[in-house]
């Protein structure tokens, strides 16, 4: 493929992202809507979150190995599902049991599909950071306009943000269908999971991340209803802090991997990632705070292009891109849930404290795998 083909299959690639991340983050925004009716407390709306990242998580793995076998066009297929489901959600979204239900399944059609578009990306555009930035970029443009307008949008209509977000997915499925096919993205064994150490090492560094910014960010317009007083309307408004600057840091992280390597940023952002998410709810000082959640936004899209970038050097893309972004979601399912349990018993102070705590341990793990193996191209 030359070079303009390849990076018009970045640009489809990337606003199919972009459509299917306005999904993933409609139903987060809108807990201070759901927290605290119909019974729900703050554990059962961390649940509503997890469980979407489980079925995420769970099936970034059964992606990869379904794009290596088939090919990263079954996304078609797949984003018309979504489409469908999501407009489901207005129906269910008092049926707590069904919601949670709905939820997984909508995270694993959504893990596919994000494993079937890196894909394409990877293999397409010989510049895997840059295209990786490109594409990554996306999720921050689309979860900050998702956090901004699904609250808003649903205290109008209850339908209406997730008709419009329907409606972009069923469309963004179509110039999907003027990419070349491809068969299998790997070779003919089809490999589940890291392929080497610095792979692996590359996992925990995702799983921290994931850890520390994706909990915050499913609890962020939860976090401005009650921390700073701001009316659960117009909670979006202030919640997208925590994400609009990942597009620039998404684009700039992929620019600095393909330069100077991919480790280093990556173990550095996820770092500061942890120490961030700790401090922030003792900013006292608004601007102070508002700062710190746009550095959240931009350090996270900073190590996620490099991060995701390495499977490009893998003999299977599908199977290590699946596995890295498993690595991630794993810590995006697990802290959600637990930041509602710990929300039970103490105030965001001590909640968050605890989870950047706990983000900076499988730093150190990946760090010394990176380095054991000397791994400095990646």
Same mark, same amino acid.
């Given at each position: 493929?030359?070079?303009?083909?390849?990076?018009?299959?970045?640009?489809?690639?990337?606003?199919?992202?972009?459509?299917?991340?306005?999904?993933?983050?409609?139903?987060?925004?809108?807990?201070?809507?759901? +927290?605290?009716?119909?019974?729900?407390?703050?554990?059962?709306?961390?649940?509503?979150?997890?469980?979407?990242? +489980?079925?995420?998580?769970?099936?970034?793995?059964?992606? @990869? +190995? $379904? +794009?290596?076998?088939?090919?990263?066009?079954?996304?078609?297929?797949?984003?018309?599902?979504?489409?469908?489901?999501? %407009?489901?959600?207005?129906?269910?979204?008092?049926?707590?049991?069904?919601?949670?239900?709905?939820?997984?399944?909508?995270?694993?059609?959504?893990?596919?599909?994000?494993?079937?578009?890196?894909?394409?990306?990877?293999?397409? !555009?010989?510049?895997?950071?840059?295209?990786?930035?490109?594409?990554?970029?996306?999720?921050?443009?689309?979860?900050?306009?998702?956090?901004?307008?699904?609250?808003?949008?649903?205290?109008?209509?209850?339908?209406?943000?997730?008709?419009?977000?329907?409606?972009?997915?069923?469309?963004?499925?179509?110039?999907?269908?003027?990419?070349?096919?491809?068969?299998?993205?790997?070779?003919?064994? %089809?490999?589940?999971?890291?392929?080497?150490?610095?792979?692996?090492?590359?996992?925990?560094?995702?799983?921290?991340?994931?850890?520390?910014?994706? @909990?915050?960010?499913?609890?962020?317009?939860?976090?401005?209803?009650?921390?700073?007083?701001?009316?659960?309307?117009?909670? /979006?408004?202030?919640?997208?802090?925590?994400?609009?600057?990942?597009?620039?840091?998404?684009?700039?992280? /992929?620019?600095?991997?393909?330069?100077?390597?991919?480790?280093?940023?990556? $173990?550095?952002?996820?770092?500061?990632?942890?120490?961030?998410?700790?401090?922030?709810?003792?900013?006292?000082?608004?601007?102070?705070?508002?700062?710190?959640?746009?550095?959240? /936004?931009?350090? !996270?899209?900073?190590?996620?292009?490099?991060? %995701?970038? =390495?499977?490009?050097?893998?003999?299977?893309?599908?199977?290590?891109?699946?596995?890295?972004?498993?690595?991630?979601?794993?810590?995006?399912?697990?802290?959600?849930?637990?930041?509602?349990?710990?929300?039970?018993?103490?105030?965001?102070?001590?909640?968050?404290?605890?989870?950047?705590?706990?983000?900076?341990?499988?730093? $150190? =793990?990946?760090? %010394?795998?990176?380095?054991?193996?000397?791994?400095?191209?990646?």
């Amino acid at each position: 493929m030359n070079k303009d083909r390849g990076i018009i299959t970045v640009l489809i690639a990337s606003l199919a992202f972009f459509s299917v991340v306005l999904v993933r983050f409609s139903i987060p925004s809108l807990l201070p809507y759901m +927290v605290r009716e119909n019974g729900i407390t703050t554990a059962m709306g961390g649940l509503i979150i997890s469980l979407l990242w +489980v079925g995420y998580t769970i099936f970034q793995i059964v992606g @990869g +190995v $379904i +794009v290596d076998r088939y090919g990263y066009n079954v996304v078609i297929f797949v984003l018309i599902l979504i489409a469908i489901l999501n %407009i489901v959600y207005p129906i269910i979204i008092t049926q707590y049991y069904i919601l949670l239900i709905i939820q997984f399944i909508m995270g694993s059609l959504l893990a596919i599909t994000y494993v079937a578009l890196v894909s394409m990306v990877l293999i397409n !555009y010989g510049r895997g950071g840059l295209g990786a930035g490109i594409y990554q970029s996306m999720f921050f443009l689309a979860s900050s306009i998702s956090i901004i307008l699904s609250p808003y949008l649903f205290s109008i209509n209850r339908c209406l943000p997730f008709v419009l977000f329907s409606t972009l997915v069923f469309l963004s499925a179509v110039p999907i269908m003027k990419v070349p096919k491809r068969g299998r993205t790997g070779n003919s064994s %089809i490999v589940i999971g890291p392929e080497n150490i610095r792979v692996l090492g590359m996992g925990f560094i995702r799983f921290s991340s994931g850890f520390s910014y994706l @909990g915050f960010l499913g609890w962020s317009t939860y976090y401005v209803v009650h921390v700073l007083k701001v009316s659960p309307s117009y909670s /979006g408004f202030y919640a997208f802090l925590s994400s609009i600057m990942g597009s620039i840091g998404a684009v700039i992280g /992929g620019y600095m991997g393909d330069r100077v390597g991919y480790a280093l940023p990556s $173990i550095l952002s996820s770092l500061f990632l942890a120490i961030i998410v700790a401090v922030i709810p003792r900013l006292s000082i608004f601007y102070l705070m508002a700062f710190a959640m746009l550095m959240l /936004g931009f350090l !996270y899209g900073f190590y996620a292009a490099p991060s %995701i970038a =390495i499977s490009k050097f893998t003999k299977n893309v599908g199977a290590a891109s699946g596995f890295l972004n498993f690595m991630s979601q794993l810590g995006g399912s697990i802290s959600p849930y637990l930041i509602g349990f710990l929300l039970q018993y103490y105030n965001f102070s001590v909640t968050l404290l605890l989870i950047g705590v706990i983000a900076i341990i499988p730093i $150190i =793990i990946g760090a %010394i795998f990176l380095i054991m193996r000397g791994a400095n191209y990646i």
